[in-house]
């Protein structure tokens, strides 16, 4: 095992995480998430999802959302997502996912989702416009998670807040209907690059929904098109310092630096060691250098796997069906928990079978 599975006790956790296909998956994505999904998989039970479903809670073009779905899942495939110890598939062909979120709805209290950042942020100014979709967005993931009674959600610091809810709605339907149903699934955050910044501002996170593509390095950019956006990278005049304490107030010196770390699997204390007292004109290169042999590989191989869209339906289709066999009597399980007269359990698994 190494030292990013340790959190987990072998044998003892199931991992699900997801993923929106929105558009290029950025470095950030990379660093925050889908590495350590990738070294979460040797070790643990893994369902790793495309979330169709939260894509939607703002209006996508239905031709491009199916094309980039095809592309996440090409870019996870060539990040080293393995689909043979993997689930991989997408939110929408597992309809357990939204028929959870529905009993969560009722679950949740409107004051714990007013409190949440991400719905704020996303919404802006006109929240009245906003979708209910995009304000209940958090319960679908809270659904996407307890579908599977996952225990543990390796995510960027972005999602804590989210995976603070999910805790709160597993324990508030445990309570309401007195059984232990759910566990309390724990965040799995951790690496040198847990917030990745953009590399315009180090103060805003890159994002996918940034308008300035120089603001992050895209999975499928090519080797000119990384350094260029490392080159133009903003900073600030000073010489990189030899001590953390020295990062205080640096914000794109921070970023970078955690970028490297991450990149190179060190210590930021490393790479401080290593360049302290050198400026960025030394700097950059080195780090360009890195992010093209780290990051272009990945491009290459998602481009090669794009050239066959069959084999990568395939295999969300080979991904969905497993996913399902353990949704569905998770599901078949909540319903008589929540009281609904029907079908009996076994008879309800056999129907979806069938169908
Ligand atoms: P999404 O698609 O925005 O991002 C996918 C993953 O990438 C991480 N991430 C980052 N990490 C570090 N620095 C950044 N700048 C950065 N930007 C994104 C995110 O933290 C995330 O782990 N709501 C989720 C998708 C989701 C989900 C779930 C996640 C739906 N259901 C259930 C976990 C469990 C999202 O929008 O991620």
Same mark, same amino acid.
């Given at each position: 095992?190494?030292?990013?599975?340790?959190q987990?006790?072998?044998?003892?956790?199931?991992?699900?995480?997801?993923?929106?296909?929105?558009?290029?998956?950025?470095?950030g994505?990379?660093?925050?998430?889908?590495?350590?999904?990738?070294?979460l998989?040797?070790?643990?039970?893994?369902?790793?999802?495309?979330v169709?479903?939260?894509a939607?809670?703002?209006?996508?073009?239905?031709?491009?959302?199916?094309?980039?779905?095809?592309?996440?899942?090409?870019?996870?495939?060539?990040?080293?997502?393995?689909?043979?110890?993997?689930?991989?598939?997408?939110?929408?062909?597992?309809?357990?996912?939204?028929?959870?979120?529905?009993?969560?709805?009722?679950?949740?209290?409107?004051?714990?989702?007013?409190?949440?950042?991400?719905?704020?942020?996303?919404?802006?100014?006109?929240?009245?416009?906003?979708s209910?979709?995009?304000?209940?967005?958090?319960?679908?993931?809270?659904?996407?998670?307890?579908?599977?009674?996952?225990?543990?959600?390796?995510?960027?610091?972005?999602?804590?807040?989210?995976?603070?809810?999910?805790?709160?709605?597993?324990?508030?339907?445990?309570?309401?209907?007195?059984?232990?149903?759910?566990?309390?699934?724990?965040?799995?955050?951790f690496?040198?690059?847990t917030?990745?910044?953009?590399?315009?501002?180090?103060?805003?996170?890159?994002s996918? !929904?940034?308008?300035? #593509?120089?603001? @992050?390095?895209? &999975?499928?950019?090519?080797? +000119? =098109?990384?350094?260029?956006?490392? %080159?133009?990278?903003?900073?600030?005049?000073?010489?990189?310092?030899?001590?953390?304490?020295?990062?205080?107030?640096?914000?794109?010196?921070?970023?970078?630096?955690?970028?490297?770390?991450?990149?190179?699997?060190?210590?930021?204390?490393?790479?401080?060691?290593?360049?302290?007292?050198?400026?960025?004109?030394?700097?950059?290169?080195?780090?360009?250098?890195?992010?093209?042999?780290?990051l !272009?590989?990945?491009? #290459?191989?998602? @481009?090669?796997? &794009?050239?066959?869209?069959? +084999? =990568?339906?395939?295999?969300?289709? %080979?991904?969905?069906?497993?996913?399902?066999?353990?949704?569905?009597?998770?599901?078949?399980?909540?319903?008589d928990?929540?009281?609904?007269?029907?079908?009996?359990?076994?008879?309800?698994?056999?129907?979806?079978?069938?169908?």
């Amino acid at each position: 095992m190494n030292s990013s599975t340790a959190q987990i006790p072998a044998g003892k956790g199931r991992i699900f995480s997801g993923i929106q296909p929105t558009g290029n998956l950025h470095l950030g994505n990379y660093l925050g998430a889908i590495r350590n999904w990738v070294a979460l998989q040797h070790d643990f039970e893994s369902i790793y999802c495309i979330v169709d479903l939260h894509a939607i809670t703002v209006q996508q073009d239905p031709a491009q959302l199916r094309k980039s779905t095809r592309e996440v899942a090409a870019s996870l495939i060539a990040s080293g997502i393995s689909t043979e110890q993997s689930i991989l598939f997408t939110q929408s062909c597992v309809p357990q996912h939204s028929e959870l979120a529905w009993v969560f709805n009722c679950v949740t209290r409107l004051g714990w989702l007013n409190r949440m950042t991400q719905f704020k942020e996303k919404a802006g100014k006109n929240r009245e416009n906003a979708s209910v979709g995009l304000y209940s967005y958090p319960i679908l993931m809270a659904a996407d998670i307890l579908t599977y009674k996952a225990t543990h959600v390796p995510v960027g610091e972005d999602q804590k807040q989210h995976l603070e809810l999910t805790r709160d709605i597993a324990q508030a339907f445990n309570s309401i209907y007195k059984k232990d149903v759910f566990p309390l699934p724990k965040p799995q955050i951790f690496g040198a690059a847990t917030r990745v910044m953009s590399l315009r501002d180090g103060g805003v996170k890159m994002s996918k !929904s940034d308008v300035s #593509d120089n603001s @992050r390095i895209n &999975l499928t950019d090519n080797p +000119d =098109i990384i350094m260029q956006k490392i %080159r133009k990278a903003k900073t600030d005049p000073d010489a990189l310092p030899s001590e953390i304490a020295g990062l205080s107030g640096r914000l794109e010196a921070s970023n970078l630096i955690g970028i490297y770390a991450a990149l190179a699997d060190c210590r930021v204390e490393d790479v401080l060691f290593d360049f302290g007292g050198r400026g960025f004109g030394d700097f950059k290169p080195v780090l360009a250098d890195l992010a093209v042999a780290k990051l !272009s590989p990945i491009g #290459d191989e998602m @481009r090669y796997l &794009l050239k066959n869209p069959d +084999d =990568i339906d395939s295999i969300l289709t %080979r991904g969905a069906e497993k996913a399902s066999n353990i949704a569905r009597p998770i599901l078949a399980e909540v319903r008589d928990i929540v009281g609904f007269l029907g079908l009996s359990t076994d008879q309800m698994i056999k129907l979806n079978q069938d169908h």
